[in-house]
């Protein structure tokens, strides 16, 4: 006995351009949840460079205590490590590395911390923008 042509149909399965369809719909999906992971994951490392530079801070004073004095320009960051009391993070989120001078252009009692932003580039807007200590 044959089945009725419905019947056969429904059990053909999908047809290509159902696939198609659910194919698109999950790209987009995916895509709307792409741009937003990356806009987060720039806005986490601008906090995390923030983070860092508070944290640099605190080392550079501890120093300052030991020493009686901030590092030079010159001597850098570096310093810090060798002295012992602290090991910072030296290298930003983008893997640049942090920007020290003393006397400070911003802060020219004491020192200026810095980082380019993703772009390593002084200046810049967004993500790109520097991140100076307070």
């Known amino acids: 006995m044959k089945a009725p042509r419905s019947a056969r149909a429904a059990s053909r399965g ?16 995916a895509a709307a949840v792409a741009v937003n992971v990356v806009g987060q994951l720039d806005e ?6 923030k983070t860092d ?3 640099l801070e605190n ?16 001597e850098g960051l570096q ?14 989120p983008w893997g640049h590395s942090y920007v020290y001078l003393f006397p400070g252009q911003v802060h020219p009692e004491s020192f200026d911390l810095k980082s380019y ?18």
Not at 16 to 27: A, D, P, S
Not at 61 to 74: A, H, N, V
Not at 83 to 88: H, L, Q
Request: charged letters at 20%; glycine letters at 10%.
């Open 14 to 29: 999908m047809t290509l351009i159902e696939i198609l369809v659910v194919i698109t719909i999950l790209g987009i999906i």
């Open 44 to 49: 986490a490392k601008v906090k995390q460079a």
């Open 53 to 55: 530079l508070h944290t």
């Open 59 to 74: 080392c550079l004073d501890l120093y300052k205590i030991d020493k009686g004095r901030y590092p030079s320009t010159e």
């Open 79 to 92: 310093a810090v490590v060798t002295a012992g009391k602290c090991k910072p993070q030296l290298k930003d």
């Open 117 to 134: 932003g993703a772009d390593g580039q002084a200046g810049g807007d967004g993500v790109n923008a520097d991140i100076v200590n307070p």
